[in-house]
Structures are given as C-alpha cells and as structure tokens.
T-cell receptor, first 112, second 114 residues
C-alpha cells in the first residue's frame, strides 16, 4: 500500500497563475479530505468528499479555490488565480468508513 | 462551537519525563477524539484515538485520558524520548451524525532533550 500520494511535493508559482494540486487516495477509502496548514491558522479543512461527491466545502476560502473528484482514485484542488496569501502546505487525506484518516506528505505551495 | 482548544503551544521535556498535552471542546456531538503526530516535512499520522464511552486508553507509552463531563481530553507520553520530538494535534469529529470531518486543535510542538 503506497499510502495517499500527493503531487507535486513543492510548487513555486507567480501571483496570478493557476495552480493544480493532485491527490491519489488509498484504494478502498471512500472519503477524501483537503486540508491547508499554516503557522497562523493551523490545519484547516477546505473540502471533503464521500464516494466522490462533495459533502462540505464551507472551508474553501473563496471562489478562487475549486476541487474535483472525478473518480475514486483521483482528486484535484485548483487555485485560480493564485495569491501570495495562498502560500501554505496543502494536505490530502483519505479514510475508509469509521477509521482515522491517512494523510499524504503534502504539497508545499509558495506564491511569489 | 466547532473549535478544539489545545495547550500548551510548545513543550520542552527531559528524556524519561512525562509529556502532557491538553485539549478542550464544546460540541457535545463530538464522539471521536484522535491524536495525530507530525514530523517536519510529513503529514500528520494517527497516533491513538478514543471514544467517549471510556475514560482512558493506553497504547504503549501513549495514554489518552478523557473527561466527558468537563469536555476535556489529554495525551500523556510516558518515558518521553528524543524520537518523540514532533508536533502533536488533538482532533474531534462526530461519527454518529456522519459529519466525519475532523476538527483539529492548533498543535503542540514537543521537544524532548537527552
């Protein structure tokens, strides 16, 4: 089991550019979560999916952020246009029913 | 009401000592309380978890104590080791209401010195 796989590990982009973060959850896990981690705000839940359906996107900061899960093995988080305040580590996590999350190693995003 | 408050923000402990991290919550619908451990450059990893039907759970050197009436829970690390140096997060969610999103505390950076 390779765990939750995120790509890229690091992303540096210029303000105004589109950024796409990718996640492959663990096979058989039916829930997927996107979190953002910063020193100031800690771990914030952005959005989560159950069986590929978005359940709660109340944590998505604004319309610049969007997330999709076209199938059970892939999800994307897109920021368009990106801003310096979006700089953070973005984590994807997945879980089967009733058990704790497994996090990926994260994508460190820097917007300059 | 969705918050989980965690303290202290940082903790320095001598090798062999006991590390104690505390968390408090307000939402009585929470019924699952995990602790996560995060090393630099890695994602958080599940360490130990408890449900409110028990007051304590122990796994090796790690113990969760749970006080339902006070709406508080804590992590105790016995015989702390330098390898335990990491950031620890408490969290809470409500499995009963199927809102299985985890709400995390703000984290405690633990440093264990030899």
């Amino acid at each position: 089991d390779a765990g939750v796989i995120q790509s890229p590990r690091h992303e540096v982009t210029e303000m105004g550019q589109e950024v796409t973060l990718r996640c492959k959850p663990i096979s058989g896990h039916n829930s997927l979560f996107w979190y953002r981690q910063t020193m100031m705000r800690g771990l914030e839940l952005l959005i989560y999916f159950n069986n590929n359906v978005p359940i709660d996107d109340s944590g998505m900061p604004e319309d610049r952020f969007s997330a999709k899960m076209p199938n059970a093995s892939f999800s994307t988080l897109k920021i368009q246009p990106s801003e310096p305040r979006d700089s953070a580590v973005y984590f994807c996590a997945s879980r089967p029913v009733g058990i704790g999350y497994t996090f990926g190693s994260g994508t460190r995003l820097t917007v300059v | 009401q969705q918050q989980v408050k965690q303290s202290p923000q940082s903790l320095i402990v001598q090798k062999g000592g006991i590390s104690i991290i505390n968390c408090a919550y307000e939402n009585t619908a929470f019924d699952y309380f995990p602790w996560y451990q995060q090393f630099p450059g890695k994602g958080p990893a599940l360490l130990i978890a408890i449900r409110p039907d028990v007051s304590e759970k122990k796994e090796g050197r790690f113990t969760i104590s749970f006080n339902k009436s006070a709406k508080q829970f804590s992590l105790h690390i016995m015989d702390s080791q330098p390898g335990d140096s990491a950031t620890y997060f408490c969290a809470a969610s409500s499995l009963v209401y199927n809102t299985d999103k985890l709400i995390f505390g703000t984290g405690t950076r633990l440093q264990v010195f030899p």
